[in-house]
């Protein structure tokens, strides 16, 4: 584990007026794909949690961050400009994918609201041939963050307030009506009441318990 670590801020790609990813130098940090760090402005005490968003082959560390209205820490990462200087500890978290998941090629099903689809993007650009649906709930289709990286046929937005999306509504209304087979393995990631309902969901279809794995936002 790196503690302490400073890495300069390669750039900012804005994807919608409040979401935005920071790329940002690696110096060899090493981590698995799941994982999170915890994020600061060089010189300042304040720091946040926030998912790897690249993967491991990556030669740069990218986060996704959101501005949140009345948050410290996003307004100021937003304003950041390239070259200066940004505080990492970590990377910490267990939210990864198992050896006995990876070796056998269970099938995925990959949950996320929002920012807390993260952790997927890291895991599906980071292992290749992984056997994964993933389901991303979104208020409108636009905010389908990095849709191009994952394939098509894998891929569905929920989005809840527009049409937009591959599917108008929430992720618990798709998830209940669809089909799982129960060996699938479920990982869920971001709103904590879509994690609630989306769980209990899976486990009236038959999936048990330790086949799902949770890492809330908020």
Same mark, same amino acid.
Request: proline share 3%; aromatic share 12%.
């Given at each position: 584990m790196?503690?302490n670590?400073?890495?300069r801020?390669?750039?900012?790609?804005?994807?919608t007026d409040s979401?935005y990813?920071l790329r940002?130098?690696? =110096?060899n940090?090493?981590?698995?794909?799941g994982?999170?760090?915890?994020l600061g402005?060089?010189?300042?005490?304040?720091?946040r949690e926030y998912s790897i968003?690249?993967?491991?082959d990556?030669?740069?560390?990218?986060v996704l961050?959101?501005?949140v209205?009345?948050?410290?820490?996003?307004?100021?990462?937003?304003?950041?400009?390239?070259?200066?200087m940004?505080n990492?500890e970590g990377?910490?978290?267990?939210?990864?994918?198992?050896?006995?998941v990876l070796e056998?090629?269970?099938?995925?099903l990959?949950?996320?609201?929002?920012?807390?689809?993260?952790p997927?993007? @890291?895991?599906?650009?980071?292992i290749?041939?992984l =056997?994964?649906?993933l389901?991303?709930?979104?208020?409108y289709g636009?905010?389908?963050y990095g849709q191009?990286d994952?394939d098509p046929?894998?891929?569905i937005?929920?989005s809840?307030?527009d049409?937009t999306g591959?599917?108008?509504g929430r992720?618990?209304?798709y998830l209940?009506e669809?089909q799982?087979?129960?060996?699938?393995?479920?990982?869920?990631?971001? =709103?904590? =009441?879509?994690?609630?309902d989306?769980?209990g969901i899976?486990e009236q279809?038959g999936? @048990?318990?330790?086949k799902?794995h949770t890492?809330v936002?908020?």
């Open positions: 790196q503690q670590n400073l890495h801020l390669h750039d900012i790609c804005h994807l979401t990813i940002i130098e690696r =110096n940090l090493e981590f698995q794909p994982q999170h760090i915890l402005i060089a010189g300042t005490y304040e720091q968003y690249s993967g491991t990556d030669t740069y560390l990218e961050v959101k501005e209205e009345d948050g410290i820490v996003s307004k100021k990462l937003k304003r950041m400009k390239p070259g200066e940004l990492i990377p910490v978290g267990f939210f990864t994918l198992s050896q006995e056998q090629k269970k099938k995925l990959f949950v996320a609201t929002g920012t807390g689809i993260a997927f993007h @890291s895991m599906i650009k980071s290749p041939d =056997n994964y649906s389901i991303h709930g979104t208020r636009h905010e389908s191009s994952y046929e894998r891929y937005c929920c809840s307030r049409k591959d599917y108008q992720v618990s209304a209940k669809q799982f087979d129960a060996d699938t393995y479920c990982y869920f990631c971001g =709103n904590f =009441n879509m994690i609630k989306a769980m899976m279809k999936i @048990s318990q330790e799902l890492e936002y908020f």
